[in-house]
T-cell receptor, first 112, second 113 residues
Framework: GEKVEQHESTLSVREGDSAVINCTYTDTASSYFPWYKQEAGKSLHFVIDIRSNVDRKQSQRLIVLLDKKAKRFSLHITATQPEDSAIYFC???????????FGSGTKLTVEP | DPKIIQKPKYLVAVTGSEKILICEQY?????MYWYRQSAKKPLEFMFS???????DNQTASSRFQPQSSKKNHLDLQITALKPDDSATYFC????????????FGPGTRLTVL
């Protein structure tokens, strides 16, 4: 099955700086790549996704890049704020399929 | 109002016992899922259901049995509990099968002593 590796287990940035979280996947058939945020003691909340027909997607301060050749995707959070502090999970899935394979999570801390 | 309800929020069980985790969603979705989050495996897909039918099962153990009595309900029965089953169990849902944003419930934190 698909294996998703999330490279940074922790990441600390200063408020206002950018944060980048990188993930790689193994299955070339994967074509859907969502990101989820989990604040301390809470559930998961969808933040952004990208599908394999594009290589970049932006939603406000969030940018997702996809490199299909390298089987790599990344989440860029620009102009970070303290409320961005959370654990971020990347995931991968096949098209028209509902099973999400998650990475191990990156704990992002945004310091004031 | 919460759109996905999971009950109970916390659950403590003894080894060998059986428990049922409840999930109800009020989003009008047709597909529901169970995930497990533990220290060993941060987020692990368990089951998916669509229109009350099992679509995918990636749980090796038959001790875990999903039950869907209504389209918006997907409970999880766990028998012969082991300490390794200790985890937070999340229910999620999507409008249908396919690559959609998944909406997660608040989770049930299970501790097996």
């Amino acid at each position: 099955g698909e294996k998703v590796e999330q490279h940074e287990s922790t990441l600390s940035v200063r408020e206002g700086d950018s944060a980048v979280i990188n993930c790689t996947y193994t299955d070339t058939a994967s074509s859907y790549f969502p990101w989820y945020k989990q604040e301390a003691g809470k559930s998961l909340h969808f933040v952004i996704d990208i599908r394999s027909n594009v290589d970049r997607k932006q939603s406000q301060r969030l940018i997702v890049l996809l490199d299909k050749k390298a089987k790599r995707f990344s989440l860029h959070i620009t102009a970070t704020q303290p409320e961005d502090s959370a654990i971020y999970f990347c995931a991968a899935s096949w098209a028209n399929y509902n099973v999400l394979y998650f990475g191990s999570g990156t704990k992002l801390t945004v310091e004031p | 109002d919460p759109k996905i309800i999971q009950k109970p929020k916390y659950l403590v069980a003894v080894t060998g016992s059986e428990k049922i985790l409840i999930c109800e969603q009020y989003l009008g979705h047709n597909a529901m899922y169970w995930y497990r989050q533990s220290a060993k495996k941060p987020l692990e897909f368990m089951f998916s259901y669509s229109y009350q039918k099992l679509m995918d099962n990636q749980t090796a153990s038959s001790r875990f049995q999903p039950q869907s009595s209504k389209k918006n309900h997907l409970d999880l029965q766990i028998t012969a509990l082991k300490p390794d089953d200790s985890a937070t169990y999340f229910c999620a849902s999507t409008p249908g099968l396919g690559a959609y944003e998944q909406y997660f419930g608040p989770g049930t934190r299970l501790t097996v002593l």
